[in-house]
């Protein structure tokens, strides 16, 4: 079972972080990635990290603005997203997909299990 929190309402520039608290798996060995939907638009993906924590992977648009960590003694990945725009606005699932492979899987198809979703909203 997934669990994100995080989200909210914040101005363009501002930053949050997200958390995605994990039970009931054994989180290490699990690739996680974080997914995001606007509304009208497709899910689609944002950042993912490998089991270890050594390797990332990120969606060209928020490369440079967003970091994607994981605590597996805490059970918990998290995304730090910096200089926010408006156009991040969207509802963020995180995702787990087992395995200790790498992180470079970027399709939700490549996940089977899903958080209920966190509201980000970036607006003035």
């Known amino acids: 079972q997934l669990s994100e929190s995080g989200g909210g309402l914040v101005q363009p520039g501002g930053s949050l972080r997200l958390s995605c608290a994990s039970s009931?798996?054994?989180?290490?060995?699990?690739?996680m990635g974080w997914f995001r939907q606007a509304p009208g638009k497709e899910r689609e993906f944002v950042a993912s990290?490998?089991?270890?924590?050594?390797?990332?992977y990120y969606q060209d648009s928020v490369k440079g603005r967003f970091t994607i960590s994981r605590d597996n003694a805490k059970n918990t990945a998290y995304l730090q997203m910096n200089s926010l725009k408006p156009e991040d606005t969207a509802v963020y699932y995180c995702?787990?997909?087992?395995?200790?492979?790498?992180?470079?899987?970027?399709?939700?198809?490549?996940?089977?299990?899903w958080g209920q979703g966190t509201q980000v909203t970036v607006s003035s």
């Open positions: 995702a787990a997909r087992p395995g200790r492979g790498s992180s470079r899987y970027s399709s939700p198809a490549d996940y089977d299990y």
């Open positions: 990290i490998s089991w270890s924590g050594s390797t990332t």
């Open positions: 009931g798996v054994t989180f290490d060995s699990y690739t």
